[in-house]
């Protein structure tokens, strides 16, 4: 049985709606679930729009049918994190974005863009942090031989995957469970709790 450690609905939340930008690495079906809750008025949200760093990255054809504007800032192009990440501060700025969605986003984070944005800037990952940071979180869940994973939705700090936690869900392990059927299963917890997770952190700033 998994478990949700956030409400089903956040009604304290009174503001205006969260300006929403999205930074994706890959085939964002987070993001397709952030569109969703918004469109189910779930989440008061807008997307300013959503920054992608691999060319052909599958967040791009979502983005495209959910009506948001998308923006390439590859980080092969850059000499350091630092200057990477300030071009992105200058995109989202533009975009008049408040809040930093990292959806699949595969790149740490430096000082450039969490100054701006202060702990404004949200991440989800699938382990039940703070087991399994960093990258291939889901093979080592099983090669540990855990009974129980997740995810985790954290504000993000300059250590990878070590900032205050949000909200997590957990995710059984089950018998034969291969890296593709667990992270599946995973994947479905995310899509359930990014959506509401966003909703508390705003509800918790304000």
Sequence with gaps: MDVL??????????????????????????FT???????????????????YNNPGAGVVQRA???????????????????????????????????????AGWMRQATEVLLQPFGAQVLNIHPSLLP???????????L???????GCTVHRVVLAVDSGPIIA???????PGDTVASLHARIQQQEHRLYPQAILWAAVGNS
Aim: hydrophobic content about 45%; proline content about 6%; charged content about 20%.
């Design 131 to 141: 087991a399994f940071p960093g990258i291939k979180a889901v093979e080592r869940a």
């Design 168 to 174: 997590q869900a957990a995710v059984p392990v089950l």
């Design 5 to 30: 450690t956030v409400p089903e609905h956040c009604p304290d939340y009174r503001g205006e709606p969260l300006r929403l930008g999205i930074l994706a690495s890959g085939n964002g079906s987070n």
């Design 64 to 102: 495209q049918a959910a009506g948001v504007k998308s923006h390439l800032v590859n980080h092969r192009d850059y000499p350091d994190r630092e200057s990477f990440d300030q071009d992105i501060v200058s995109t989202l700025k533009n975009w008049g974005t408040e809040w930093v969605v990292m």
């Design 33 to 51: 679930a952030i569109v969703e809750a918004i469109s189910a008025q779930t989440l008061p949200a807008v997307i300013t729009g959503v920054i």
């Design 143 to 149: 090669a540990a031989g855990v009974k129980i994973t």
